[in-house]
């Protein structure tokens, strides 16, 4: 008699395997499956702008500037209303996501290239390389973000390839911390010291050994940078200097709604709502693939 790798029987002797451990994990962590529904339909909805706007997000209509939402009495020709220049409201916040979600994804890309092999490599070598890395890491801890970036962006001028590359520039140094700690706890790790006895290759070390075991810090990072370079971006584009208009910005809109805010609230609390919702939801989702993936949780 055979027994199968689902088989009741055998896994009541054996217990569950680790990947039914992980799935019942993330299946039972509603932040996770919340954060990751939100950020999943925010993403679609971005790829589908084309298709899911009901009008152009440039195009301009003076004769129906202002006009309120739906839920305020405005009509279902335009949902959310319309703005200042009576350019569609719904369809200027769906292609905003467009942007949020580029400017977070990539700028934790780029940061997160270089602060974790800057990390990885002074926790691993240590010496000279640790402390060129931690005098890095210090200057760039005394330099203020934003006040870099507005200085940056002032001089280069504003616009979304300039905003990525500074954020993508500015915010490597929680990588470079976090892999660094992580770092130095795995490669004093058994597994670590039996690959070095056996003769393998620094980089098949790095690659095989330590990388895999840090992963779950470098995933709940990447996952707070996004969010941040997320903030940052509404930030810049508030202060106009970040995203240029006609280009369709969440921290734009609020800039731009900002002077009709005491007579027109929702041209601000729209945006603000979903920027608040997005950045909420990337959280969620880091910390909950932190706590199903954390090595203290495995079997």
């Given amino acids: 008699m055979t027994h199968t790798a689902n088989d009741p029987l055998l896994e009541e002797i054996t217990g569950p395997t680790p990947g039914q451990l992980l799935r019942k994990r993330v299946f039972g962590h509603q932040g996770l499956l919340i954060g990751v529904i939100v950020v999943a339909i925010l993403t679609l909805i971005a790829i589908l702008a084309p298709l899911l706007a009901p009008h152009d997000p440039y195009a301009q209509d003076l004769m129906a500037r202002m006009k309120p939402p739906v839920f305020l009495g405005g009509t279902?020709?335009?949902?959310?209303?319309?703005?200042?220049?009576?350019?569609?409201?719904?369809?200027?916040?769906?292609?905003?996501?467009?942007?949020?979600?580029?400017?977070?994804?990539?700028?934790?890309?780029?940061?997160?290239?270089?602060?974790?092999?800057?990390?990885?490599?002074?926790?691993?070598?240590?010496?000279?390389?640790?402390?060129?890395?931690?005098?890095?890491?210090?200057?760039?801890?005394?330099?203020?973000?934003?006040?870099?970036?507005?200085?940056?962006?002032?001089?280069?001028?504003?616009?979304?390839?300039?905003?990525?590359?500074v954020l993508g520039l500015l915010l490597w140094d929680r990588f470079a911390v976090v892999m660094r700690a992580s770092t130095l706890q795995v490669r004093q790790r058994e597994y670590v010291a039996a690959a070095q006895a056996i003769g393998a290759s620094t980089p098949r070390i790095l690659l095989t050994e330590i990388m895999p075991n840090i992963a779950n810090n470098l995933i709940v990072v990447v996952t707070l940078e996004m969010a941040h370079a997320i903030l940052l971006e509404a930030a810049l584009s508030f202060l106009g200097l970040g995203v240029q208009p006609p280009t369709p910005s969440w921290g734009l809109m609020v800039s731009e709604g900002k002077n009709m805010m005491l007579f027109e609230p929702w041209l601000v609390?729209?945006?603000?709502?979903?920027?608040?919702?997005?950045?909420?939801?990337?959280?969620?989702?880091?910390d909950g693939l932190r706590d199903v993936t954390a090595p203290e949780n495995r079997s």
């Fill in 76 to 165: 279902w020709e335009h949902p959310l209303g319309t703005d200042h220049l009576g350019r569609d409201y719904l369809s200027r916040l769906i292609y905003g996501a467009r942007v949020s979600l580029l400017i977070g994804v990539v700028a934790a890309t780029i940061s997160g290239l270089i602060g974790t092999a800057m990390g990885v490599a002074a926790g691993y070598f240590g010496g000279r390389v640790d402390a060129v890395v931690t005098f890095l890491i210090n200057v760039r801890l005394a330099m203020p973000v934003v006040l870099v970036a507005l200085a940056v962006v002032a001089i280069l001028g504003g616009s979304l390839t300039v905003v990525i590359c």
């Fill in 269 to 286: 609390l729209i945006p603000g709502a979903v920027l608040f919702v997005l950045v909420l939801a990337i959280n969620l989702m880091g």
